[in-house]
């Protein structure tokens, strides 16, 4: 029987998040950190642990069929490689800072420049989308302290707070890109294998759906619900009981994280109490 081979960080920022959506897949496997690769007990799939520089031309070279990596790296490396499946987690940024001291004038300031960067694929579009000619000067690590020994004018690194930036003295001018945590396939899956990946797909996506959900329950006044089931149109609609108490119910619905604060205001304006709010495990729409 076919197995879908599944590369996955070995170490580093993705690792864990990337193991833990797997095994919220219902796939159940070893991750020691020793490991080369390993079986999933329950689920036609073998885990490759990598570094994820490498994984993309492994994708594309059918070391691995499918592979979970950011998109910044997807994009950088350029391969032969399907994106299936945003992820949603790993957020970050691509940016491009420079020295606090300098008058960033806008992206015409770059001009001329040496830009100390990982990512130079990426950044020469960038550059070439903004018409503007500039060195880059590529290095592997540490790239956030090029401009304090004079090795370049400004960096594109990868941003998520901002910290790492601010230490070293730098502000963050220009957004190259936006990127997460990316499923990635071959292009050439024969059939089996892509009916496996079909059924991982449905999985991740079941998952996903239910971290942006919450399970929401509450009494509310009889004469309240209409104005509250308009609030809360749920999955069909909001289930709804009577309570013991004369005049009240309990009325069950699913939320969505996007505007969940906003409400629960509206909520509790119509006369709702007792609000509970319950994280979902699956859920299948
Ligand atoms: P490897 O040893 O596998 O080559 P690495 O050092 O290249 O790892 P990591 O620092 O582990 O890479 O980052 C892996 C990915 O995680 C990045 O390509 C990016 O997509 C994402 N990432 C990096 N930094 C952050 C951050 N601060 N917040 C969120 N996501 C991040
Ligand atoms: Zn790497």
Known sequence: MEKLRIAVQKSGRLQEKTVALLKECGLSFSNGPNRLKADAFNFPAQILYLRDDDIPQYVQDSVADVGIVGENVFVEKNKKVALVEKLDFARCRLS???????????????????IATSYPFIVNRFL?????????????????????????????????????????????VETVMKSEAVLVSNEYLNKEKRLILDKLIFRIKSVKTAKNNKYL??????DSIEAITKVLPGMRSPTVTPLKEEGWSSL???????DFWNKIDQLKALGAQGILVIPIEKMIL
């Open 96 to 114: 491009i800072a420079v020295p606090k001291s300098t008058e960033y004038t806008g992206t015409g300031f770059l001009n001329g420049k040496k």
């Open 217 to 222: 329950l509450l009494n509310t006044p009889n």
């Open 252 to 258: 069950h619905s699913v939320v969505n994280e996007d």
């Open 128 to 172: 070439k989308e903004n018409n503007i000619e500039a060195e880059i000067h590529e290095i592997s690590g540490s790239v956030e302290i090029a401009p304090g020994i004079g090795l370049a004018d400004a960096i594109c690194d990868i941003v998520s707070t901002g910290s790492t930036l601010l230490g070293n003295g730098l502000s963050e």
